[in-house]
């Protein structure tokens, strides 16, 4: 024993317990089995009550690595026995371990090594959450973007993400003097001790890395009767504790002078914090949400203005209306914070924007907040809104229940006088399992609601199998004159009460349930749960429970895990790969088969299907297959054969085809066979650098470039519309010669054959009509591409000009459409409506191009496209610098070969477009010279030499 003492352990871990004897254990053998044997644990008993100190004695006389402690009282929290424990700790360096969890078997190898290498005083590694009462083995990374790779820092203000997102103290190892010389312990007697000890200790230390390896298991239990301390939100006393932690941390940076990392902490607090509480008011009393707004409004409105621009629009809305104690509009708010997607207000519709609601708009600050145009409600159909879905009545019967509701109809979008219609459906929440529908008997516009009641006889109509299905969701369906909405019934808690039950008669008989009884959901819907109430019931519940720990039981679920397993494995990538590959090898090749793919899958549009549309109107005897991505297809052919972007029967429809026809690519993975032509139309000439003269592709590793010249070596053939395609993606993407198909772009034959004949395109025409614009002034097209954020992903489209500025100046002149990368989305405010259109959805780009007499852009390909019709352009290129040094790189210079103006600024723009017949007349012959040297292929006969050289002239596929 003396000998262990003079060998100082590398970590000591302490283990902190309070009433968990049975989990104990497991926590500690978690330290006892790290690869790093030098390590020693301290476990601090925080005077339980239920044995976990004689466990822990009990542990500790098995090893001499354990020892064991127990505090003279309870303390009321986690921080005065991890105190107490780092008090008497051995080790150079500490890590905390909470008795529910448990460390993964390298993390305090992993901790030391990164410690000792850097010299940090403070290491914090990668957490993962897992929900032990998952079926699905569910688990989550926290914050894993602060991880993804090792990173050393010299100073908390380097990366201020970590000091208000990660405020574990247990994903973490401290150098032991380091908390020593700093005086850093936890707070006593107050809940979220976390939180300040971890801001504490980041600003005290002088280094601290971060590594990306998993050290933490936090073993989460969300069905558990007894909340741990982070969820019992639902106590008043437990919001106070935490506003205290966040005055006292408020303290210590303001000591420091440390304003940006306040400004930080404080727009978590109203992102993060505060929204945790917001969720669980629809469930809270009144006297709870009075109080709840007092202490809140007393902290928030300290905040300066800036830590409001850092939030959601949502997020904005709920605080302001929370200081404004507006339960009537703060409720549906709330409704839509839990559910991101749904329209939870009326709505208003007032100068030109959309509205939350009409209180308040007197408050300057107010009416910025409550402005929702944004967020596009307005500009959706009825089909493509989730409706807030309002339990108004709910009553029991011997039959069943008797349900009334209330949907909110914003800005009237389900007009007076449609067709109504609705059905309650009652699913199953486990997947795959049954449904019933119930009609409801009455649906009627109501003021700015739709009201509706149904009498839904549960009692004989709903048949549950009675030990699979305990969970049941409703919806309810409304039909619009045809187009379909569906919503979910919102409830709160208080709504329920006094509920009862109703008696069902489930498939397996009585014996396993015979009642179902109502509940509100986390997100605040009604739900139910079956329940046992006949002494039969109870019976055989209460013995089948007791069997589920049984050998056989067991032996069981290990069957049904293994199913499971087995089912998501055969529906991973690497599965569906693999059997794609045998699929190639043993099925036969389907003459005449195509498979048509554009953009991934997500529109029918372009040069593929200018070729489908070309062997349709020759009617050549073609199976033609269209791929589709998302959920359900949008704007495809109702005659065509639809398959789902890596479903099974879209593998199928690859392995056998004769011909690939896209203008992106394949998935990477799939391997071609030699007897199918792939048939690579492309989507675009290229300003911006691509393939292999991109930077990240040089710099790629050996086998990752390989790869992805495998997945280019698959196209049998090219489409390029000119030499400088042939100089540029040609070469970029290494493909030979031979494989050119030197026929210009199919999807371009409409343009080139529309400046041919100096008329507008009957597409063109049918669009106008469509879309209401008028012939008589002319169209101006703003077609921008998409820009990146420094991670690389695609950053939000923000208009670089003002618009309704534009329809102020412009709109009685011209018609502006608005069509972004497919990439982005945009949502225009109805001040603008009928002076400005959005086109982005429109699935094929050529009607569009021929409905505009001029065109704005910047680096986009379409100034290649457009250059055919000889109409001008203009190059708003507002972010020239920034473009070109975080691009990755141009073949030519814009500047200097643009066929039209090219400016930098809103009132550039404006001052070129006053003028129409002066930019059309100045720009002639640069065009034709544009559109000779980037589009010399495009000859308007694409398709039509596509389909004869690989289908026949006469109709006959080759």
Known sequence: MAQHHDIPPDMSVVVIVYNDAERLPAAVRSVLGQTL?????????????????????????????????????????????????????????VMFLDSDDTLEVNA????????ERTGADLVSGLCLRVHTDSRSGKSARWYPWLYRHTRTYESIAEIPDLLVFDTLSTNK?????????????????????????????????????????????????????????????????????????????????????????????????????LVLYLRELPFLDDEYRHRFAEMARGYIDTFAEEAYAGLSPIQRLCAYLLRCEDWDHLMPAIDTLINKTKVSSPLLERD?????????????????????????????????????????????????????????????????????????????????????????????????????????????????????????????????????????????????????????????????????VPHASANGHLAFRLAQRGRLARRTSAFVLENLHSPPARMAKKIVHK?????????????????????????????????????????????????????????????????????????FPADVKLVQRWSWPYLKALAQAEFWIDNQGFPLKLSKRPETTYIQTWHGSALKRMGFDEPKYRIMPEHEQRAYQQAIDRFDHFVVRGEHDERTLARAYRIPEEKLLRTGYPR????????????HAQAAQELAERL???????????????????????????????????????????????????????????????????????????????????????????????????????????????????SRGTYFDLKE????????????????????????????ERLEQFRTKYGEYDRGDAAARIVDRFFGPGGAVR
């Open 173 to 273: 190892c401290y150098r032991r003097e380091f908390l020593a010389e700093n005086k850093l312990t936890f707070p006593r007697g107050i809940h979220y001790e976390d939180l300040l000890f971890s801001a504490r200790a980041y600003l005290a230390a002088s280094r601290i890395t971060l590594i990306p390896n998993t050290v933490y298991y936090w073993n989460v239990v969300e069905k558990s009767e007894a909340k741990s301390i982070s969820n019992r939100r639902h106590e008043i006393n437990n919001f106070a504790d935490r506003l205290e932690i966040h005055r006292r941390i408020d303290r210590i940076l303001g000591e420091e002078g440390r304003d940006e990392l306040k400004l930080h902490k404080d727009v978590k607090f109203l992102k993060h914090d």
């Open 37 to 93: 044997q030098n390590v020693e644990v301290v476990i601090a008993d925080d005077h339980s009550t239920d044995g976990s100190y004689e466990v822990a004695q009990q542990l500790a006389s098995h090893s001499t690595r354990v020892r064991a402690i127990q505090l003279a009282e309870n303390s009321g929290g986690c921080g005065e026995p991890r105190n107490q424990g780092v008090a008497i700790a051995r080790g150079r360096y």
């Open 748 to 759: 371009n034959d409409a343009l080139v054959r529309a400046r041919e004949s100096a008329s």
């Open 897 to 924: 070969q643009a066929p039209g103006p090219v400016v930098a600024t809103e009132d550039e723009l404006f001052a070129v477009l006053a003028d129409l017949n002066a930019l059309t007349s100045a720009g002639k």
């Open 108 to 115: 305090c190898r992993n901790m030391l090594l990164a410690a």
């Open 563 to 635: 199913v499971a397993s087995v089912r998501k494995s055969l529906n991973s990538g690497p599965r569906k790969i693999a059997t794609f590959e045998r699929m190639v090898r043993v099925l036969p090749i389907r003459k005449g088969t195509v498979v048509f793919e554009s953009h991934l899958g997500k529109q029918y549009s372009d040069s593929p299907r200018a070729v489908y549309e070309e062997l349709r109107r020759r009617g050549v005897p073609v199976k033609a297959v269209w791929s589709y991505a998302g959920s359900r297809p949008v704007g």
């Open 772 to 886: 209401g614009i008028r012939r008589d002034r002319p169209v101006v097209l703003y077609a921008p591409t998409f820009r990146t954020q420094d991670d690389g992903k695609v950053r939000k489209f923000e208009f670089p000009f003002d618009v309704e500025e534009f329809a102020q100046r412009f709109g009685n002149r011209y018609t502006l459409l608005i069509r972004t990368h497919y990439l982005n989305e945009v949502t225009l405010p109805p001040s603008v409506a009928g002076r400005v259109v959005n086109v982005s959805e429109e699935p094929d780009i050529a009607p569009v191009l021929l409905l505009s007499d001029v065109l704005i852009t910047d680096y986009s390909s379409v100034m290649f496209d457009y250059a055919l019709l000889q109409r001008p352009m203009v190059f708003y290129t507002y972010d020239w610098d920034a473009y070109v040094e975080n």
């Open 352 to 516: 030109g924007r959309v509205y939350w609601c009409a209180e308040h708009l007197y408050d300057p600050l107010g009416r910025t907040v409550l402005d929702v145009t944004d967020l596009g409600y307005h500009a959706k159909p009825v089909q493509r809104l989730n409706l807030r879905n309002t339990v108004t009545r709910y009553t029991e019967n011997p039959a069943g229940v008797t349900l009334a509701g209330s949907l909110v109809n914003p800005l009237g979008v389900i007009a007076h006088g449609a067709r109504l219609s609705a059905e309650l459906e009652f699913r199953a929440r486990r997947k795959s399992l049954q449904s019933f529908r119930f009609a409801v008997q009455t649906v009627r516009h109501e003021g700015e609601s739709v009201s509706w009641q149904a009498a839904v006889p549960l009692a004989g109509k709903l048949r549950p199998v009675g030990l699979v299905d305990d969970v049941w969701d409703v919806r309810m369906h409304l039909t619009v004159d045809g187009e379909r909405t569906v919503s979910r019934l919102t409830v709160g808690r208080t709504d329920l009460e006094g509920a009862g039950e109703v008696r069902v008669r489930p498939r397996l008989s009585r014996m396993m349930a015979d009642r179902i």
